[in-house]
């Protein structure tokens, strides 16, 4: 009698394990740079994804399975993203919604590729990300080479006898960003004046203000992020540079308008139709301001690859095999998001262009931040 007692306490713990077992949490990883000059970039990343997660674990999960956060800080830096990728893969995870950089995304995704690991960014704009036929790279936002256009197109309509100065912060964004617009630019018959290359991280820009003040500068177009942009914009300003900085969305947070104060006024930029005005995203827009968290840039763009992905695993019916999810992802497009519908190609980019210009200003609140032109 007490060994068929402990025959049923047996088989009933096995079928309670194996149960759990099935009904595993999914474990999808966030990664951006959560501190460091960036932190506003990686809050961004992470506040989405965390409420991506809890709306769809409020609604059942996906497939009778709840999703789980992992969160890993790059702090914008290449080598920490292959560390937060090798950690990722240690603790089991299969879905990655980042990073923020193109130049820490695209060494971070040959980890992921090599692993069965899918990864969606919400930010990294660089071309090469999609290009290099890898099966796991996915994004929410657009292209380089579409803004670079977008910009090229926009400032030879409206600056076109300009003394343009381009700048970029050597990085794969960066750069590739202000190559982008200074292939367009010079496609269009427009030959910029000075074409210069700064480090990330640099505070003084006395010595490349004067050499752009030498050359006559009467516009800049910045390839780089808002940490930078903001002092050039202000020592600019300090060192009566009158010329107006155009930059691209690495620029789209109100940091910058912190950091160059009043000068920040005309900047112009390139970014996607705000995200926060679009129906879909009402609710969730209503759920951050709640909380105090105001979603701007890319913190949709976040909640939107969580979104992708619970969805595509739904449709696929299982998370074990990433590769079987990327491709119904590709298929089986347009998946409905808080930025709105998306589609895919077969490189993993969206299929909808979306890049417009912006115009840095003060609001009804006083505060300076950017409006669509």
Known sequence: MKKSLLSAVALTAFVALSGHAWAADILIG?????????????????????????????????????L?????????????????ANKFVA?????????????????????????GI????????????????????????????????????YIAKNFKDAKIAIIHDKTPYGQGLADETKKNLNADGIKEVMYEGVNVGDKDFSALIAK??????????????????????????DQGLKAPLFSGDGIVSNELASIAGDAVAGTLNTFAPDPRKNPAAKEVVEKFRAAGFEPEAYTLYSYAAVQIIAQAIAKTGSADDAQKVAATIKAGGPWKTAIGDIGYDAKGDITRPDYVIYEWKKGEDGKYSYFEK
Not at 139 to 152: E, L, N
Not at 212 to 237: C, D, F, P
Request: proline residues 4%; aromatic residues 6%.
């Open 118 to 153: 899918l990864v969606m960014t919400p930010a990294a704009t660089n071309p090469k990300l999609t290009e290099r036929g890898l099966w796991n790279t996915f994004r929410t936002c657009g292209r380089d080479d579409q803004q670079g256009k977008v910009a090229g197109d």
């Open 212 to 237: 752009m003040k030498e050359n006559g500068v009467t516009l800049i177009y910045w390839g780089g992020l808002h940490t930078e942009a903001g002092l050039i914009i202000r020592q600019s300003a």
């Open 68 to 84: 789980k956060l992992e969160i890993g800080d790059d702090v914008s830096d290449p080598k920490q993203g292959i560390s937060v």
């Open 30 to 66: 966030v990664a951006g740079p959560i501190t460091g000059p960036n932190a506003a970039f990686g809050a961004q990343l992470q506040k989405g994804a965390e409420q991506a997660v809890a709306d769809i674990n409020a609604a059942g999960g996906v497939n009778g399975q709840q």
């Open 91 to 115: 603790d089991g995870v299969k879905y990655v919604d980042g990073h923020f950089n193109s130049g820490v995304t695209i060494p971070a995704s040959e980890v992921y590729a090599e692993n």
